[in-house]
């Protein structure tokens, strides 16, 4: 399309993944002008003259119902012949070629990527027992004679006679291994057996290191764990956005995609598997070892990742009774779901507990132990799809929240994922109403009267980082449970969650659609040159989000028989970053001594690594997921009347 056909004043809406940046952007705006115009850093070395081919980015097609939007590639101009030349492979193209022409929704991979997302799992130091389901056995054999038995009941008659290994069978990529390993290590071969039952690797001569890979399957983020499964220690971690994101924010939004759309369920199921094979690659590469030295493997995430990973019809769960298609843990070979590992890697998947209490909760209970505790215990994993677990070894129980995306920074007016220049703490002076807040990626608080306009740095892409380092580009779901906290606190709104009409402020505004709004940051403090406010809709979501964690806290403190808690602990990649006093300020979480609220980082992943390297942990997994005792909260007959109580914000002490 040339550009005399292109009509400025048409506007089309541009969504950016995985940082969740949406914004409307004249048509015939590059898609790499209009990334920069709504503060999505797109790798482009050679300024947009397509020779640095580093701006590469991916056209999604289909229907987006949260963006209420179509996205297809003929929403932007054709590949011109340069383009053309370089071979791209389907659907993607390059952002400084790719002209808007109508509403798109568009991935940017990882390498391209000018500002890499921040993914805040990690695992803790733990003490672990380490006694995995994988050994290492060495063998010897003399070379064979005439008609001496063949070389697999000669490997199985020696493993048996020395190690007393009497119910072996080789797993079909062993055996083809078997012969010229013998003959490559002069008859002396280690062999990986697989729970004293299926022997999955052979190697020639002698080896003594074997690993595995324990991953959180998370809604929105994805964390892996590479293990030595000889000493425990940890070699390697790897973590990326979830590429379903592009597809649904939630659970339920998936389920609609997976379910709706022609090949949803292949598509979500592919995306996954190929984000978790580029995880398995990325975390053996820090190691130095290749993904086929991987030799075991551990998953957990809430059912319906859960489902989506092997493949399974997650329709069921989308309604009463939610019903999942299996709840027991299972013992796959990871080269049947498409996993790019030995070629004999045995996946072990933890249970779920009910169906929206997915085997990542079952990893927080390794990893936490509230089940051999006398304290009752609160563990809520905030996240998308929130998951509480109260009890003591005594009694357990569990509940799901439909919290929403709302708490990670999604569907709010300028909410965006923990990425660099998301604004992730905020303080408001009470008397002034002047906001400090911090960003990712700074660490230096942006004072109320930074950046004035005359000082703003120019937009041009060969500014120096530190130039830009104190430009917001959003708010993140930390910044925005301060930033209404700190509001309230201020008396900006009331404890019913209405903005105080009686205060006057230079930050108080109003967005396009006449939204009450309050602003974070000015103009000349963020990248997009446009203020960030939180809205009245932005205090909305805020309060349905965190009445339903608070009152999912009270049904099950019901259930168990207490008043209180004695400890609340914070799990998840977001769990880990709330500050528990500002979370209890909004009524989020019960009443407790803050001493005992402590953020316990990812608790599921930790789970996962654990029954990684200790074998008697998934047989724990698996009888203590049939202890706990699911409470459906939505379902509970005052539930609406808590939930209308919830609400409203507590009493400031």
Request: net charge negative; proline share 6%.
């Amino acid at each position: 399309m040339a550009d005399a056909t292109f009509d400025p004043t048409r506007l089309h809406t541009v969504v950016f993944e995985p940082s969740g940046r949406r914004g409307r952007v004249a048509e015939g705006t590059t898609l790499l002008e209009a990334a920069r115009r709504l503060g999505v850093a797109i790798e482009s070395i050679c300024g947009g003259r397509q020779t640095c081919a580093k701006c590469v980015v991916r056209i999604e097609e289909g229907e987006f119902a949260r963006h209420s939007i179509r996205s297809h590639g003929d929403h932007v101009t054709a590949a011109d012949e340069q383009e053309r030349r370089r071979g791209l492979p389907a659907g993607m193209r390059y952002a400084c070629a790719a002209r808007v022409v109508g509403d798109l929704v568009v991935t940017v991979p990882p390498e391209s990527q000018g500002q890499k997302q921040v993914v805040l799992k990690a695992a803790r130091a733990r003490t672990v027992t380490v006694d995995p389901i994988i050994r290492l056995y060495y063998v010897e054999l003399e070379p064979p004679e005439m008609d001496a038995p063949a070389d697999r009941e000669r490997v199985l008659a020696e493993l048996a006679a020395r190690f007393g290994l009497h119910h072996l069978e080789f797993d079909l990529s062993a055996l083809r291994d078997l012969a010229p390993a013998l003959r490559r290590g002069q008859w002396a071969i280690t062999l990986t057996v697989w729970d004293d039952r299926q022997i999955i690797r052979v190697q020639p001569g002698y080896h003594e290191r074997a690993v595995g890979l324990a991953v959180d399957l998370g809604t929105t983020t994805l964390a892996a764990y590479l293990c030595d499964l000889r000493t425990g220690e940890l070699l390697a971690t790897a973590a990326a956005v979830n590429p379903q994101v592009s597809y649904g924010d939630d659970i339920m939004a998936r389920i609609s995609y997976a379910t709706e759309q022609p090949g949803g369920l292949a598509r979500l199921h592919g995306v996954i598997i190929a984000a978790l094979n580029d995880l398995a690659a990325n975390a053996a590469h820090q190691a130095g070892l290749l993904p086929t030295d991987i030799v075991d493997m551990t998953l957990v995430g809430n059912s319906v990742m859960h489902h989506l990973a092997l493949g399974l019809d997650p329709e069921p769960l989308g309604a009463a009774p939610f019903t999942p298609t299996t709840k027991a843990p299972l013992d796959l070979r990871a080269a049947d779901l498409g996993l790019a590992l030995n070629p004999g890697t045995r996946l072990h998947v933890l249970p779920l507990e009910a169906g929206y209490v997915g085997a990542d909760n079952v990893g927080v209970i390794l990893a936490e132990e509230p089940h051999r505790q006398d304290e009752v215990m609160l563990i809520i994993d905030v996240g998308t799809n929130g998951e509480l677990l109260l009890g003591n070894r005594d009694k357990l129980f569990c509940a799901s929240s439909p919290t929403g995306p709302a708490l990670e920074g999604a569907q709010i007016t300028h909410g965006m994922r923990a990425a660099p220049g998301a604004i992730e703490r905020v303080r408001i002076d009470p008397e002034t109403l002047d906001v400090r807040f911090k960003v990712i990626g700074c660490a230096e608080w942006v004072e109320p009267h930074v950046n004035k306009a005359a000082d703003r740095p120019s937009a041009r892409s060969d500014l120096q980082p530190s130039r830009t380092a104190l430009l917001a580009a959003g708010i993140c779901g930390s910044g925005i449970i301060e930033a209404v906290s700190e509001m309230y606190a201020a008396g900006i709104i009331e404890a019913n969650g209405r903005f105080n009409r009686r205060l006057s402020s230079p930050r108080h505004t109003t967005t396009a659609e006449g939204i009450p709004a309050f602003i974070l940051a000015w103009p000349e403090q963020t990248a997009g040159g446009a203020a960030i406010v939180v809205s009245q809709t932005d205090v909305r979501a805020i309060q349905l989000a965190k009445a339903a964690l608070y009152v999912g806290a009270q049904v099950l403190l019901r259930e168990f028989g207490a008043q209180t808690v004695t400890r609340v602990a914070l799990a998840g990649a977001f769990g880990s970053v709330i500050d528990p006093y500002h979370a209890m300020r909004i009524g989020m979480i019960p009443r407790c001594d803050l001493s005992r609220v402590m953020a316990v980082g990812n608790a599921a992943g930790d789970g996962a690594r654990i029954a990684l390297l200790d074998r008697a942990k998934r047989r724990e997994a698996a009888e203590v997921a049939r202890r706990v005792r699911h409470v459906a909260t939505p379902l509970e007959g005052d539930f609406q009347r808590l939930f209308m109580a919830a609400l409203a914000f507590p009493p400031l002490a």
